[in-house]
């Protein structure tokens, strides 16, 4: 259909596109304090130069470095266990007669409405008691949830029967058959639920706060909090620290868009 | 006849064998999730009937922390500012999403308009501490970038969004809605794809206006998604934690103090563990009655 130009579509085209720069101006101007070093929020443009002062001070004097290590296993360590768990846990719940499985999956579904204090407090005892604060365990165990298991059963729904059963007649082992046969087949739903885990792990702050009080356990948004924004900040420093937390994500958005919007639009829907 | 029967036999000694395997494929989900999902609920309504403080044992005190709790002063205040949160972002987030997404999909399904969506959902990957980090820096009252910019606009004195009772609320509100827009908007916009094109084209057909298609035909579709955004945002600002926690610390005088953050406090901060626990389980109740409400309200509608 043939849209004629009028005055309202062109209002409103400049309307989003005034939302949209809205949307992006804080992360600009966010990168653009983080290359300069003036101490005051009064910016000139001729203090705007490439100048990795602050990154460099960040990561060597205020434990970026080391955030930046520790957010990056733990995001690669929960995405693996996440990935493993819930395809094994679909796998299962689709293509096997195990009795009661339906009861338990409801089980599992319920779990998504529980709000996340609501387990904290307990799950911070169980930890202390097993000795496991300040360790990468303590962050990456608790990411497998039952989006995850969700997910990836409603594409196991479409990996057909008779596939399986001809691999088996042929002599195809049964972990052979998940592995060969069904990963590939659910890879799309893999990698929606990875940059999914990817997100919430990165992002992840409450939990990490209380579980790894220890500096060097700390993973980035924590040590992004721990700068204070009092009179005496260095705010070209705090910038750098917070586009460093920005950067991966927004990296991986870059060449993943499509996953990306996927993966963190149904996270959200799972309720 | 016994052919058949050991044939059933084997059958079902090869369904056991499945049923058993299946068991395995399944079994360290259910361990992780009975640890880390299921039992802290039964344990936290377990704390919330008992005073502890994570170096004594705990000790039972029946309902005394909901009673103490009933009578806290403070959560009334909590709750007014959690409705004020919810009156704030709800509305002004879901017309916005609506009608960004509605406007690119009338008008600009072009690359244009998926560049813009790109752009739009940009701030929802940005963590919520690296947001309520560079906004603490935008609200600055001394040279912040909203301060200038008004006083460009001839406002004398600076503003201290976030130090004011009466704009410490709204101010964290705003970067909530700036955080959620483009997530919201994308969620409208694949409901928008997802409506039948048949409708949109009779409606032309008979001369209605894109007014009239919006109105009458694209918002009763996408009823659904809007009940479900604002049931996502009601319960969420129940939650607000990370901005709070950055941004105010539930300051000035409580003003931005929410359930979340409070639960936060009385529990590692203060070590009152059990009392924390009740107030989750009542936090708890409230986000399980919004959910039921929510159900209810959906099969009335469809029926």
């Known amino acids: ?271 | 006849m016994s052919t058949s029967l050991s044939a059933g036999k084997r059958m079902s000694s090869r369904r056991r064998r499945q049923a058993l395997i299946g068991a395995a494929y399944i079994l360290p989900s259910f361990a992780l999730m009975f640890i880390f999902n299921i039992s802290p609920i039964f344990l936290s309504i377990f704390y919330s009937f008992t005073k502890y403080d994570m170096t004594a044992a705990p000790v039972w005190v029946g309902f005394e922390n909901y009673i103490k709790l009933s009578q806290n002063k403070y959560l009334g205040m909590v709750l007014s500012n959690t409705v004020r949160y919810v009156l704030i972002t709800v509305p002004i987030q879901t017309t916005l999403a609506l009608l960004i997404a509605a406007f690119i999909a009338g008008f600009l399904k072009n690359r244009y308009g998926s560049f813009l969506r790109s752009v739009i959902f940009i701030p929802v990957i940005a963590s919520l501490i690296a947001s309520a980090t560079v906004w603490d820096v935008l609200y600055k009252p001394d040279g912040g970038l909203i301060n200038q910019f008004l006083a460009l606009l001839g406002v004398s004195q600076p503003i201290n969004f976030l130090g004011k009772k009466p704009t410490a609320l709204p101010s964290v509100a705003v970067v909530s809605i700036w955080k959620s827009t483009g997530y919201y908007m994308v969620i409208y916009y694949a409901g928008i794809m997802n409506e039948p094109a048949e409708v949109q084209e009779a409606a032309i057909v008979d001369g209605a206006s894109s007014a009239q298609r919006f109105w009458y035909i694209t918002l009763p579709i996408l009823r659904p998604i809007t009940y479900m955004i604002v049931t996502l945002g009601i319960i969420g600002s129940f939650q607000v934690f990370d901005l709070v926690y950055k941004m105010t610390g539930g300051g000035p005088g409580r003003a931005t103090l929410t359930v979340a953050y409070m639960i936060y406090s009385y529990a590692f901060q203060d070590k009152r563990m059990g009392y924390a626990c009740a107030l989750a389980v009542g936090l708890l109740i409230v986000i399980l009655l919004i959910h039921l409400i929510q159900t209810l309200f959906f099969k009335e509608r469809d029926a």
């Open chain 1, 1 to 271: 259909m043939k849209q004629k130009i009028t005055g309202g579509r062109i209002i409103g085209t400049v309307l989003v596109t005034l939302f949209a720069v809205l949307c992006v101006l804080p992360l600009l101007y966010m990168v653009a304090v983080s290359f300069t070093d003036s101490e005051s929020l009064y910016i000139k443009l001729k203090d705007l130069r490439p100048n990795l002062s602050n990154y460099v001070y960040a990561i060597t004097k205020r434990n970026f470095g080391l955030a930046l290590k520790n957010s990056v296993i733990t995001v690669v360590g929960s995405c693996l266990l996440v990935d493993v768990v819930s395809s094994m846990a679909a796998y299962g719940f689709e293509k096997k007669p195990v009795p009661g499985k339906e009861t338990l999956f409801q089980g599992y579904i319920a779990t998504m409405m529980i709000p996340g204090q609501v387990i904290l407090i307990p799950m911070f005892m169980m930890m202390n008691r097993a000795h496991l604060s300040n360790t990468f365990a303590a962050l990456i165990l608790p990411m497998v949830g039952a989006f995850g298991i969700f997910l990836m059963r409603q594409f196991m729904v479409a990996v057909p029967n008779e596939l399986l059963e001809a691999a088996e007649i042929d002599g195809c082992g049964e972990i052979r058959r998940f592995v060969t046969i069904v990963i590939p087949l659910v890879q799309p739903a893999l990698i929606t639920l990875t940059v999914f885990t990817f997100n919430a792990a990165w992002n992840n702050f409450l939990w990490p706060l209380i579980i790894n009080t220890r500096s060097e356990m700390a993973v980035l948004p924590v040590t992004m909090s721990t700068l204070s924004s009092n009179s005496t900040t260095n705010y070209g420093m705090v910038m750098a620290g917070a586009t460093l937390t920005f950067l991966f994500p927004f990296i991986l958005y870059i060449f993943l868009q499509k996953q990306f919007v996927e993966g963190i639009a149904l996270g959200g829907v799972k309720g």
